[in-house]
């Protein structure tokens, strides 16, 4: 049996199709993932940056600090983080805030694009208030 014209021109069009669709959905994964990772880099950034604003108060506890960062991280639904908190000395007036999470933990489809074996991370430094 011998195919027609328009039915050629539909199975051509199927193989096509079949040949483009993983490719296609390959780069869509890709463009959210991407978005994700930013949004949540952002979230660190936003995260040491407030710890680091908390940390250079006067009278500031680790536990302060470590409740302003799990503020902003929570609403994004990182809930596994590390925070290093290197406090000021009387030669060194300033309060780092690092915050790292996993980025296997905050991946949305694993290890496709890739491994997962690092961290993401955000670090902020400010001078401490009261420090000579």
Known sequence: MRLTKGRKRWAAAAVE??????LLLTMLFGIIEYGW?????QGLTTAAREGARVAALPGSTDADIRE????????LGVTTYNVNITHATPSDATETVQVTVPYADVTLIGSFFGSTDYDLGA???????GVD
């Open 17 to 22: 199709m079949a040949v483009v669709t993983p």
């Open 37 to 41: 990772v930013f949004t949540v880099r």
């Open 68 to 75: 302003r960062v799990a503020s902003f991280l929570n609403p």
């Open 123 to 129: 670090t902020c430094s400010m001078r401490k208030e």
